[in-house]
């Protein structure tokens, strides 16, 4: 299979977070008035599903290692189409929050293996280069998946929505079965303890750097996402289709800064092209805080949002390749550690963002202060690390 098939493969099944997530979008509101609930338990329905994702890709990408890339897969694909089906039937607030739990928790397979399988088969600029192929593939759903819950929902209800969710993991697990060959020889796995692979990846202290990083875009990213769709639809008072093109909008503009990286990575390489995309998302972000300070309206708060999400896609590639360097043969453990920073912190925070109201300047604030911290960091401790790695054994990959 060509590179550029397995990358398709591979966004495909990238994709669990992202329609985990903006499928059912548009029908929180609705879901919140069907259980009697709070727009705040509705929210934590995807909190759970986000909290599930991180925890599972800490034990999936680990046994990816030891076990292989296709039997972790292949199990947590199918269940994640059993709990979508789960999800569908659930009475009650409670039950939707545990079943929603064990969904992300299994669909972070397709996640953190696919970064793993991604590390397997490519270095330095060419990963990234891969990775970029992976993330516009896989930004097919936050493109598609928004429209299309947006529509279907005055038809089928956010119950309905969570029955497509099934449908769609059956397809991932046929095509995971029969298209996706294995990428980890026997002799390449790891055969010791999950507990002291962490360890070896911890005590490198640039990873360490890169994990803070993505913490911190954990946090903008999910505050984004479970504050965004009441903001557009509350404060601004957008109905659900609408809505939906909004979104995926922005998702589009993800894909925008994940080619422009693609085609420009190998003048100017990965380090600098990070730097480039943390710093104007940090930019951005601050942009989009000053027009909802001075209530400048829709386009001006959609404008720099729609610059952050180009910042977003550019940089994300090159973080990824540059954590990943050093750690070829715990691809998956890395790659967990990674995925986990993203997706366990920015849950812990949402809560919090939401006791101030799911306003715009509640989802700007908190995203300005995560994009500056992770700008600082990469300037202050991310690059003057990178330099010191390519003076110790220069390759255009870091460059």
């Not at 947590?76 to 928790?105: D, M, W, Y």
Request: proline letters at 5%.
């Amino acid at each position: 299979m060509s590179l550029r098939r397995v990358a398709v493969v591979l966004g495909l099944l990238e994709m669990f977070g992202p329609i985990s997530m903006d499928l059912y979008m548009p029908t929180l509101p609705q879901l919140a008035g069907d259980l009697g609930t709070s727009d705040s338990l509705a929210q934590a329905t995807m909190s759970a599903c986000m909290l599930g994702l991180a925890l599972g890709q800490l034990v999936l990408g680990p046994l990816s290692d030891r076990y292989g890339r296709r039997k972790p897969l292949l199990v947590g694909v199918g269940l994640f189409a059993v709990l979508s089906l789960v999800c569908a039937i659930t009475p009650s607030i409670e039950l939707l929050l545990a079943a929603r739990f064990f969904q992300g928790l299994c669909g972070s397979a397709g996640i953190v293996i696919a970064i793993a399988v991604a590390r397997d088969l490519a270095d330095g600029v060419e990963l990234v280069r891969l990775l970029a192929m992976l993330g516009t593939v896989g930004a097919i759903a936050p493109i598609v998946a928004p429209v299309i819950g947006g529509q279907l929902a005055p038809f089928m209800g956010w119950r309905g929505i969570f029955a497509v969710l099934a449908g769609i993991g059956v397809l991932l697990f046929v095509l995971a079965l029969t298209s996706l060959p294995e990428s980890l020889p026997p002799e390449a796995r790891q055969v010791h303890g999950s507990t002291g692979e962490f360890a070896v990846v911890l005590k490198d202290k640039l990873f360490l750097c890169f994990l803070l990083v993505g913490a911190f875009g954990g946090v903008a990213f999910f505050t984004y996402l479970a504050s965004i769709s009441f903001v557009l639809q509350g404060s601004f008072s957008m109905s659900p289709q609408l809505f939906s093109v909004c979104f995926a909008a922005n998702a589009i503009m993800s894909v925008v800064g994940a080619q422009i990286n693609r085609l420009v990575v190998r003048r100017l390489g990965p380090a600098r092209m990070y730097t480039i995309g943390t710093t104007m998302g940090a930019v951005a972000a601050l942009a989009m805080l000053v027009s909802v300070l001075f209530d400048a309206g829709l386009v001006a708060l959609l404008v720099p949002l729609a610059l952050l999400m180009v910042a977003s896609g550019g940089s994300y590639g090159n973080g990824t390749a540059l954590a990943l360097e050093d750690h070829r043969d715990r691809a998956g453990t890395a790659a967990a550690l990674l995925g986990t920073a993203g997706f366990a912190v920015g849950p812990l925070v949402a809560p919090l963002v939401s006791l101030g109201g799911t306003s715009p300047l509640s989802m700007s604030l908190t995203m300005t202060v995560a994009y500056a911290l992770a700008a600082v960091l990469v300037w202050t401790l991310v690059l003057p690390r990178l330099r010191r790695r390519q003076a110790a054994s220069p390759e255009p990959s870091t460059a």
